[in-house]
C-alpha cells in the first residue's frame, strides 16, 4: 500500500526547504574550517594511530560521539586498520580488558568533560597506551589527558538552538573519515586489498578480478596451429566460448578463430586448412590480476564476447566471457 502525506502548504514547503538548506550549508562551512584548521596535531595524531605488532585502534564515545565513534571504527576496520569501538560504560565494567598495550585510543567527547570516559582514559595512562582525543575544548580534561588532542572549531551547532548535536558530531565524522584515509594511504592500501575487506555486496562485485571469473585448464578452447579447420571447429563447439585460440609449439598464443573467422573464410576447402590460416593473429588479451570490470570494458568497446586470458609469456592460462562477467553482477 502506497501512503500518500497530507499536502503542506506552498509556504511550508519554503519554510521547510529554508531550514534544510540553511543547515547543510552551516555544517558545509564548517568542514571547510576544519580542514583549514589542519595542522602538524593531524599528522602527530597519525603517527600514534598507527599501530603495529597486532594492536588495533580502540575508539570509544558516550552518546552520539558513540555513534560517531562505531562509524569511525568500521570505516579503519574496513581500509585496514584494524579497529574496535569500545563502549565507555561497559569498558569501566570488565571491557578495559579489551584494550592492550599494543593498541591505541582514539577518545570522543564534544566537551572533552564525559564521565564515562574517565576509566578509558586512566586506563592509557597507566599502561603508557597512546591515546588520541577529538573534542571541542583544549581546556577539557580529555584534551589535557590526551597525548594529542585533535580540537574542533567552536562554531556552536546548527539546530535552531544551538543544543542538539550536529556541527559538532558532522565534524567529528568526518575527522573520523580523514583519520582512517590518511592512515589508508600511509599503509599503501590498494583495491585489491579493499576487495579482501568487502567480498559481498556491489562493491566486491566491482573489484573482482579477472582470475576470480574465468575459465581454465580443460575448459579453454585450445588448438595447435597445424590443426585443420574441421578438428578446431568441432573443439569450437565443445567448448561453447563461441571461439578457439590458436598456439604455437611452444604453447604461446598466437592467434583466435572467432565466428566471424569462419564467415570471412567461408568456402569449399575451409575444413581442410588449418586453424593457423583461418586465424586472427594477435587477438586482444588480459592479465589474470585485471579487474573483470575493466575486461569487460574491453569487450564492449570492441564488440566482442570473449577474451583470452594470458601469462606474461602469452601462454593462455584462462578465457573469460562476457557471461562470466553479468552472471557475477560486474558492470
Keep these: 500500500m502506497n501512503i500518500q502525506p497530507e499536502p503542506c502548504s506552498p509556504e511550508q514547503a519554503a519554510a521547510d526547504l529554508a531550514v534544510g538548506r540553511t543547515l547543510l550549508r552551516a555544517e558545509a562551512e564548517a568542514l571547510r574550517i576544519l580542514a ?30 558513540g555513534h560517531v565513534g562505531r562509524k569511525i571504527a568500521a570505516t579503519m576496520a574496513s581500509t585496514g586498520t584494524p579497529a574496535s569501538y ?21 577518545a570522543l567527547s564534544n566537551s572533552g568533560e564525559t564521565p ?12 603508557d597506551i597512546p591515546l588520541v582525543a577529538i573534542t571541542s575544548r583544549a581546556d577539557s580534561a580529555l584534551a589535557q589527558a590526551a597525548d594529542q588532542a585533535l580540537i574542533l572549531p ?36 590498494s583495491s585489491a586489498d579493499f576487495k579482501v575487506f568487502h567480498p ?18 580443460d575448459l579453454m578452447p585450445l588448438v595447435h596451429r597445424g590443426l585443420p579447420m574441421g578438428e578446431a571447429l568441432l573443439v569450437m563447439t565443445n567448448k561453447a566460448f563461441g571461439c578457439v585460440g590458436v598456439l604455437d609449439d611452444q604453447g604461446r598464443l598466437l592467434g583466435i578463430v572467432t565466428d566471424g573467422d569462419l564467415r570471412r573464410h567461408l568456402s569449399s576447402d575451409l575444413f581442410s586448412r588449418t586453424a593457423a590460416e583461418v586465424m586472427t593473429a594477435n587477438p586482444k588479451t588480459v592479465r589474470p590480476n585485471m579487474l573483470a570490470a575493466e575486461a569487460l570494458h574491453i569487450m564492449n568497446a570492441r564488440s566482442i564476447t570473449s577474451l583470452f586470458v594470458v601469462d606474461a609469456e602469452t601462454h593462455p592460462v584462462g578465457i573469460l566471457h562476457v557471461h562470466d562477467c553479468l552472471r557475477a553482477g560486474v558492470a
Excluded: N, W, Y
Design 36 to 65: 583549514d584548521s589542519l595542522g602538524q596535531d593531524f599528522t602527530t595524531a597519525l603517527s600514534l594511530l598507527t599501530v603495529g605488532g597486532g594492536g588495533r585502534v580502540i575508539v570509544s564515545g558516550m552518546g552520539k560521539s
Design 116 to 127: 564515562e570516559l574517565t576509566d578509558v582514559v586512566s586506563f592509557c595512562r597507566r599502561f
Design 200 to 217: 559481498g555486496g556491489k562493491l566486491g562485485r566491482r573489484l573482482a578480478k579477472v582470475s576470480d571469473l574465468m575459465h581454465g585448464g
Design 86 to 106: 569500545v563502549h565507555p560504560g561497559e569498558a569501566s565494567h570488565g571491557d578495559l580488558g579489551m584494550i592492550t598495550q599494543h593498541d591505541a585510543v582514539l
Design 154 to 189: 567552536d562554531l556552536g551547532e546548527a539546530c535552531p538552538m544551538g543544543l542538539a548535536p550536529t556541527t559538532s558530531t558532522t565534524m567529528m565524522l568526518a575527522l573520523g573519515d580523514a583519520l582512517a584515509v590518511a592512515l589508508l594511504e600511509r599503509k599503501g592500501f
